[in-house]
């Protein structure tokens, strides 16, 4: 089906028209290839002597030719790894791309009977360089005046290029296997981008919700559209609209009171593996006991909205399902504590001025914005990273943390946090004429 939801359809307007070039490229290497087919089998059918081919009218390139030669091939020019040779049959001159090798075969058999019979494909030389120097060397040896413009009337308008002239060495050098290079990456995003589409239309839930489901309930006026996180929340369920075929099956529609537990974590792309991704996940607990992604998001992570749209989150299931737990099973919580005051400009410190609430609160509102824990080393231990103001001059970081990695996340947790907070953090923030200044509290650790 073909989403309605213009948010849905979004998300997957991008691999929806990659999926469209792919098939577009693919059907036209298609076609290429077969072309390619049909027109090597003519060119196999009409091998002329080179100069036949140049009578003919139109195109001289690709055409299947031969050439006797009385004397050895003699060098004209090198063009990345062609090389070029000027070749005679004691009457008329013409030029040859030749390999190395067979270069010193062909030598060898002229030097030994005095013939030889080269045969291959016809193209043009169109580097301008390799042009000028044939024609100079090739002056000095025909006896006759010529330039990269006047050679063609006298060496030919094109080449022979050597080969044995059999139905693949002739396919190769001609434009059908343009087509099997275009269908390899055709296919290429084709099945990339066909994962993903088929991820676009399944829906994994435990009420057979189906994509149109989906988009009709997101489609009601009432729905919320949360951007960051790409989840909708309805008037019966959460949806999360996942678009990464490559780490994930499909859509997930979960009813409110289908969900037993929710939290959110991020990522951190260095600690995973290969297949690893910085991101920001929502998770989710359902009455089956099992656990369900509802945003896997990369580019959330860095966005202002990150924070407040979770809180949304939790809030509109909390309102609809009160026995919503918002924190994994396992979780641990650890409290850090900081003392602050008020500096000027100049740095003096001890002054008397102290932070109204409204300051506090921005303070608070800039902490959850910066997604502090995003940073922390795992970050994927870190469930929640709150800040508050228990009294004047203390500030009270607690850190929510899967109980299983407390190994990880203790030792580093407060030194984590003291670098933050005191090494940069807050000291940008102004409040009036003068700026927060963090250092380290008698009660640092609770």
């Known amino acids: 089906m073909v989403y309605k939801n213009k948010n849905i359809k979004s998300n997957y307007s991008v691999i929806f028209v990659v999926f469209i070039v792919g098939a577009i490229m693919t059907g036209a290497a298609v ?45 004209m020019s090198k063009e990345k790894k062609s090389y070029y040779y000027l070749v005679t049959d004691g009457n008329e001159y013409r030029v040859a791309e030749i390999d190395e090798e067979d270069y010193e075969e062909i030598k060898s058999a002229v030097e030994a009977t005095g013939t030889y019979h080269i045969e291959g494909s016809t193209h043009y030389i169109v580097d301008s360089d390799t042009r000028s120097e044939i024609a100079s060397r090739a002056e000095s040896i025909t006896g006759q005046s010529m330039t990269d413009k006047t050679m063609d009337d006298i ?22 296997v343009a087509g099997f290079i275009l269908g390899l990456i055709g296919a290429f995003i084709l099945s990339g981008s066909l994962g993903e589409l088929k991820a676009s239309r399944k829906v994994i839930s435990l009420s057979n919700i189906t994509a149109k489901d989906i988009d009709e309930e997101a489609c009601k006026a009432d729905s919320l559209w949360l951007n960051g996180l790409r989840i909708y929340l309805t008037e019966n369920m959460v949806l999360g609209i996942l678009s990464d075929g490559k780490y994930h099956e499909g859509q997930v529609a979960l009813r409110y009171d289908e969900i037993q537990r929710i939290y959110s974590y991020n990522t951190n792309a260095d600690d995973i593996g290969p297949n690893s991704h910085k991101s920001y996940i929502v998770e989710a607990i359902a009455t089956d006991g099992n656990k ?21 989150l939790y809030k509109r299931i909390k309102d609809k399902n009160p026995n919503v737990l918002c924190e994994p099973e396992n979780v641990r919580y650890k409290k850090c504590r900081f003392s602050y005051n008020l500096v000027d400009y100049d740095g003096d410190d001890g002054l008397t001025e102290t932070l109204d609430e409204d300051d506090k609160q921005e303070i608070i509102m800039h902490f959850d914005y910066d997604n502090l824990a995003a940073h922390f080393k795992p970050a994927d231990a870190i469930v929640s990273m709150k800040m508050s103001f228990p009294e004047d001059g203390i500030v009270e970081i607690t850190t929510g943390y899967f109980g299983d990695r407390e190994k990880e996340v203790e030792p ?3 030194n984590f946090l003291k670098g933050q907070l005191m090494d940069g953090w807050g000291e940008g923030y102004e409040y009036g004429d003068f700026v927060i200044s963090f250092r380290e509290s008698d009660a640092d650790n609770l």
């Not at 060496?155 to 059908?176: A, P, Q, R, T």
């Open 31 to 75: 076609l290429i290839a077969i072309g390619g087919l049909f027109s090597t089998s003519k060119t196999l059918k009409n091998v002329q002597h080179i100069d036949t081919a140049l009578q003919d009218s139109g195109n001289h390139a690709g055409h299947a030719v031969y050439f006797d030669i009385t004397e050895a091939p003699v060098f």
């Open 155 to 176: 060496l030919g308008d094109v080449c022979i290029e050597y080969m044995k002239i059999n139905f693949w060495n002739l396919y190769k050098s001609g434009f059908g």
């Open 292 to 312: 369900y992604t509802l945003a896997d998001s990369r580019s959330a992570i860095y966005s202002d909205d990150l924070i407040p749209e979770t809180e949304e």
């Open 412 to 414: 580093a947790l407060y």
